[in-house]
């Protein structure tokens, strides 16, 4: 070998080693730099014309897993997933506070109760009655705040999904500019260690935030994409938006989440928006979409079903007896009755005006079983005349009113004690609300009593549009369901069903005997839901929707616990509350009602122990219990949600740290070993400089020589 050989071997070594111990000084200087993984000198041997010819880096390699790349990323969007959910449950136990505690609303509840209790020792007694509408305001208020907190978690969620869009389209942009460095540094050979590990590092921000799947290009670049393989970024980059609604309530139609793919340089879009929801499995965004659209709406109904019932069951006995004196008027609620349509209603009620001194004025007794009215015309007729002027009973548009023509005197309705009216199961005061205690943005019980040979009064332009989503919550498709020439409620049952123009294909609805309309999806669409975004219906003329008449859509459940709030009037004058029993056999000038009787208070008091049948209400199933163990049931199940959450995000943090350390042990700095590679380069180098110091005498000596 000539001297300019050894001398071209020598500094080859040299230039080499002095490479691998920068390598191995950058290995210790991020030994506790999160995500790092190592990098590797590759060495080859030089050979020219078959002689060897020095040492060479073929590569610096990143020391990587790429399985455990993958799971780890994997694990990180589960664990975030869990995370968020974790948080906004932690609120919402903080809202809702400790279910043994004297403010909770289990505690609420028995205070209503044992006021109760406290009236029908002295029914007369003004403070107790005050005490009493006092409990049931503080249950009620506690119902509103619960409701009202929840709908602004919702918004939270929301206005973080904008938060998160906003993040992964960052992180893509970032993607978007390492990529073409990487797939040059790979195309001319240079060292791709550095821009791999930026790279690494936001593949891992942006698992955390949705999940991903990373492919590695024939160019040495990278294409990731959801795991449900919708891209993210391959040929060109992706962008996403979501436009975060700033008012938030029940009825909320949010937007979908869009995705769309932009120039490189401009990021200006360059294609069509397409709905990306339903490709998101795991990570932040997934977490937030399953609290604002799955778990807290579940909540809400449950809350929603509660406060329904509750009023129900008071409001059943504030119409069942009577004030004394008795209101000079009463006007009930909103309903979709019409003059013309039969009553629907059997067994027996009295219309009956009362003076000052209790006695009766003049009355009227209904049977609806041997000589029932036409129609709710013939009925307002007929108590009309009998009334003889003391008294009048109306129906407009749907609401009904009865009122005594002298200022001085009251009006009271009373179902017969061996057969009371009944329609859907509610006598006729309660069924109109026409001395209701309780009241709220919806009632949340849709039992019309009516009959689909009925005609509904809508008008032929009118319709209502309807969202199909997925389970996964992306749009599956909008349909608009005219009214068109339909006249009867069982024509428009038919119109919903209609396959072609209706929503036949998805979903199936029926009219039950009580006229509650119920719907179910059919076929091989068992996970489809369906949400309202416009009803321009309007049944005979009350402005009730059809949708809203009926109950369709989960807003007019979950706003039974919005807005509730006890009768202005009864709230002003306890003595309104409703305690004593109409003498429905007293003739004209007798005492029909007595002060301090205590059978209304004994029946709000038996509210307590009585069976109330609730409805499926988000993960609630249908039951018959106490409304107390309901508000337990309630309760118990936001707390087991909250568990739920906490245990998953235990689990996946446990699972996340086991394979980092894994990927730890493959692609961690470990000191020993760089220290012992740092002696091993450095011993190389001063060997390679000892020689090259060796070939510089014989250089000298030549020289001397000659």
Do not use: C, W
């Not at 210790?28 to 000198?41: E, F, K, L």
């Not at 932040?284 to 604002?292: I, V, Y």
């Not at 009998?386 to 008294?391: E, F, N, S, Y």
């Not at 975004?533 to 007019?556: C, E, H, M, P, R």
């Amino acid at each position: 070998m000539s001297l300019n050989n050894i001398l071209s071997t020598s500094l080859s070594g040299l230039f080499t080693n002095q490479a691998a111990i920068r390598v191995t000084s950058n290995n210790i200087a991020n030994v506790n730099t999160d995500g790092y993984a190592r990098n590797r000198v590759v060495t080859e041997s030089q050979v020219v014309q078959g002689t060897s010819a020095g040492v060479s880096i073929s590569e610096i390699q990143r020391v990587v897993d790429r399985f455990l790349e993958s799971a780890l990323r994997t694990a990180g969007s589960n664990t975030a997933e869990y995370a968020v959910q974790r948080e906004f449950h932690d609120r919402l136990q903080g809202i809702l506070g400790d279910p043994a505690s004297n403010s909770s609303l289990s505690a609420r509840i028995d205070d209503i109760f044992a006021a109760v209790s406290d009236l029908a020792l002295n029914p007369a007694d003004v403070l107790r009655r005050q005490q009493s509408l006092s409990e049931i305001e503080s249950f009620t208020d506690q119902i509103n705040l619960f409701q009202d907190q929840i709908q602004t978690l919702r918004a939270d969620a929301s206005q973080q999904i904008s938060e998160t869009v906003d993040q992964i389209n960052t992180q893509i942009q970032r993607i978007a500019e390492l990529n073409p460095l990487l797939v040059r540094q790979n195309g001319t050979g240079g060292e791709t260690g550095g821009l791999e590990g930026q790279l690494a590092q936001v593949l891992n921000t942006l698992s955390e935030l949705v999940d991903i799947r990373v492919e590695r290009t024939s160019a040495g670049g990278v294409a990731v994409s959801t795991q449900s393989g919708y891209p993210l970024f391959d040929s060109a980059p992706l962008q996403l938006e979501y436009d975060a609604p700033g008012i938030v309530d029940a009825g909320t139609a949010f937007p979908t989440i869009n995705v769309y793919y932009v120039d490189g340089d401009t990021y200006t879009q360059t294609s069509s928006s397409k709905d990306f929801t339903q490709h998101i499995r795991s990570g932040k965004l997934a977490g937030l979409l399953a609290m604002r659209d799955e778990q807290l709406v579940d909540l809400s109904l449950s809350l929603g079903e509660l406060s329904a019932r509750t009023m129900d069951e008071f409001n059943a006995v504030q119409n069942q007896f009577s004030a004394v004196p008795p209101p000079n008027s009463m006007l009930g609620k909103q309903t979709i009755v019409d003059g013309s349509h039969a009553t629907g209603f059997s067994g027996i009620v009295t219309f009956a005006v009362v003076d000052a001194d209790n006695e009766l004025v003049q009355k009227v007794t209904v049977d609806f079983d041997s000589t029932p009215p036409a129609d709710f015309d013939a009925l307002v007729a007929q108590v009309n005349a009998a009334l003889g002027g003391a008294g009048s009973l109306s129906l407009d548009n749907g609401v009904m009113s009865f009122s005594a023509t002298n200022a001085a005197n009251g009006v009271v309705i009373a179902d017969d004690a061996v057969s009371p009216s009944d329609r859907a199961g509610r006598g006729f005061s309660h069924y109109f609300g026409m001395n209701d205690l309780l009241s709220a943005s919806a009632s949340g019980i849709y039992e019309t009593g009516l009959s689909g040979t009925e005609t509904h009064g809508m008008g032929a332009t009118e319709s209502i549009s309807f969202r199909i989503l997925k389970e996964t919550g992306g749009e599956f498709a909008t349909v608009t369901v005219p009214v068109g020439a339909t006249t009867t409620y069982n024509d428009m049952v038919a119109a919903l069903n209609d396959g072609a123009t209706g929503l036949g294909n998805f979903f199936n609805f029926s009219l039950g005997a009580d006229g509650q309309l119920s719907y179910a999806a059919s076929g091989g669409y068992a996970n489809l839901s369906l949400q309202v975004v416009s009803d321009s219906t309007n049944i005979a003329a009350t402005g009730l929707s059809f949708t809203k008449a009926f109950g369709v859509g989960d807003q007019y459940h979950v706003n039974a616990a919005s807005g509730v709030e006890l009768n202005q009037a009864i709230q002003n004058d306890p003595n309104l509350l409703a305690l004593a029993v109409f003498d429905t056999s007293a003739a004209v000038g007798e005492v029909v009602l007595t002060d301090g009787d205590q059978r209304g208070a004994l029946a709000f008091q038996q509210i307590e122990t009585s069976l109330v049948n609730f409805a499926e209400a988000g993960e609630l199933k249908p039951s018959a219990v106490t409304l107390s163990q309901y508000v337990a049931r309630f309760l118990g199940n936001a707390g087991l949600q909250a568990l739920r959450a906490e245990n998953l995000e235990a689990d996946n943090i446990a699972l996340q740290q086991e394979v980092a350390q894994r990927n730890a042990d493959v692609s961690g700095v470990n000191m020993d070993e760089e220290l012992a590679n740092l002696i091993v380069y450095q011993n190389a180098y001063s060997a390679a400089a000892r020689v090259l110091s060796s070939v510089q005498e014989l250089y000298d000596n030549l020289l001397a020589v000659v």
